[in-house]
C-alpha cells in the first residue's frame, strides 16, 4: 500500500454559498455560508478537494475562516508543501507539533492529504480510514422555533421525512416547554437537546427538570473549553452529557472520561484538527464504550464527503449530523448532491477512490470571491 504524499500545490479559494433556510447566530442572521475551499495538488498528478469548516465569526470557537486562512498561507504551507510523508498521519504529526490550536486550519490540509492517499490506493476514502458500514444514519439539528407550535411542526415534519434523532437547539429560559414538546411530538428516546455553553451550574434546576423526560442526551450545556462543571452537573443527571465544543483532540476526550463530564461524543475532524486525530477518539471510545456521533459545521458537500466517510466507522453508533445537501443548501457545489433515504439514510460512496463526490467545478469557479495558489517553490 502507497500511502506517500507530496502535496506540491494548495489553492485557497473564498465563496459565499446561499443557504436554503436563513441562518440565526449571536451575531445576527444570515442567508449565506462564507465558505473556504481548499484545493491540494500532489507530486503523482492527484487532486484533492477539501474544506475549512471555520465560521466568519468566533462564535462556536475562536478559530474564524480569517485566521485559518492566515494560519495556512503563512505557516502551514510552508511547512508541508514539497515535503514527502509516508502516511497521512505523518503529515499530522508535523502540523500537531508546530502549528498549537488552530484546528480547523490543520484539518483542511491534513484532510486533503487523507484524499490523496485514497485516491493512490484507488480506496473510498471511507474504506481507508477503516469504515465498514455502507450507509449512516442521519440525524437533523433544529433551530430555535418562534412558536411551540411552529416547533412541533418542524419536528414531526423531520421525523416524517426519515430523520433518525431529532436535535433541538436550547437557550436559557427557551427550553424546558420546547424540550417537552419535541419530545411528546416524536418520542423521548428521538430527542437530544444542544445548549451550546449557554447555560451555568445557577442553573442546575433547569437541567434538573430536563432530566425527567428521557432525553437521548444534552449537547454541551457548559462553557465552551470547560470539564469541570460538565462533570458537577453530569453526577446530577440521569441523561448523558454530550461534549463537543470542549473537546479539542483525544487528550480532551481522555480528561472528559477521567472527570465523568459526560458519556457521549461528538466528534467532528475540523473541531480536532483532522481525521488523524478523529480516528484516534473513535478508538479509544470504541475501548471504553463511549457512543460516538459525527457533528456537523454547515458544510458543503465536500465536507460533508468526509464527514460521511468518517462515519462509517463501527464505533459512529448514533445518528450524525449528516443531513443531506438540500437541507442545508440552495443548490451544493458536488455532484451528485447528498440525499437521504426515506429511512434516513446516506449512503457511504463505494465505488470511486477518494471522497466518492465531484466537485462542480465551474460553478465553484464562477462563485470564487477570491483565490491564492501557494506552491513549493516560493
Ligand atoms: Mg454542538
Not at 491540494?40 to 492527484?46: L, V
Not at 427550553?175 to 437537546?193: H, K, S
Not at 460533508?304 to 438540500?326: I, Q
Not at 495558489?373 to 516560493?378: D, K, N
Amino acid at each position: 500500500m502507497d500511502s506517500t504524499i507530496e502535496l506540491q500545490q494548495l489553492t485557497l479559494r473564498e465563496m459565499e454559498l446561499e443557504l436554503a433556510d436563513p441562518l440565526r447566530t449571536s451575531y445576527g442572521v444570515r442567508n449565506t455560508r462564507r465558505v473556504l475551499l481548499v484545493e491540494a495538488r500532489d507530486a503523482a498528478g492527484a487532486t484533492a478537494w477539501a474544506e475549512c469548516v471555520a465560521f466568519e465569526d468566533p462564535g462556536y470557537l475562536p478559530e474564524t475562516i480569517h485566521s485559518a486562512r492566515h494560519v495556512i498561507t503563512r505557516f502551514i504551507a510552508p511547512l508541508v508543501l514539497g515535503r514527502r510523508f509516508d502516511h497521512p498521519r505523518d503529515l499530522h504529526r508535523l502540523l500537531e507539533t508546530n502549528v498549537r490550536g488552530n484546528p480547523m486550519a490543520r484539518a483542511a490540509v491534513e484532510m486533503a492529504a487523507w484524499n490523496v492517499a485514497a485516491q493512490k490506493n484507488s480506496l473510498p476514502l471511507a474504506r481507508l480510514l477503516g469504515g465498514r458500514r455502507e450507509a449512516v444514519p442521519t440525524g437533523i439539528a433544529i433551530g430555535i422555533q418562534p412558536s411551540l407550535s411552529r416547533l412541533r411542526e418542524r419536528t414531526e415534519q423531520a421525523r416524517a421525512e426519515g430523520y433518525r434523532r431529532i436535535k433541538l437547539k436550547i437557550a436559557p429560559k427557551n427550553d424546558i416547554e420546547p424540550a417537552r414538546t419535541a419530545c411528546e411530538a416524536v418520542g423521548a428516546e428521538n430527542v437530544m437537546l444542544d445548549a451550546n455553553c449557554a447555560y451555568s451550574l445557577n442553573e442546575i434546576d433547569t437541567f434538573e427538570t430536563l432530566d425527567t423526560l428521557g432525553l437521548m442526551m444534552i449537547e454541551q450545556p457548559m462553557g465552551w473549553d470547560d470539564l469541570a462543571d460538565h462533570a458537577t452537573l453530569q453526577r446530577r443527571l440521569k441523561t448523558p452529557i454530550c461534549l463537543d465544543e470542549s473537546l479539542s483532540g483525544l487528550a480532551r476526550v481522555r480528561d472528559m472520561a477521567a472527570l465523568g463530564s459526560g458519556r457521549v461524543v461528538s466528534i467532528k475532524p475540523g473541531r480536532v484538527g483532522g481525521l488523524t486525530e478523529s480516528l484516534a477518539i473513535h478508538d479509544f471510545c470504541v475501548d471504553h464504550r463511549i457512543p460516538v456521533w459525527c457533528g456537523g459545521m454547515l458544510e458543503t458537500g465536500i465536507g460533508r464527503a468526509y464527514n460521511v466517510a468518517l462515519a462509517s466507522l463501527p464505533g459512529f453508533t448514533l445518528p450524525g449530523d449528516l443531513s443531506p445537501s438540500r437541507r442545508y443548501w440552495k443548490r451544493d457545489i458536488v455532484d451528485p448532491e447528498w440525499e437521504m433515504t426515506d429511512d434516513g439514510f446516506v449512503s457511504v460512496p463505494d465505488e470511486q477512490p477518494g471522497i466518492g463526490v465531484s466537485v462542480d467545478s465551474d460553478r465553484v469557479e464562477r462563485l470564487t470571491e477570491n483565490r491564492e495558489t501557494l506552491t513549493a517553490f516560493e
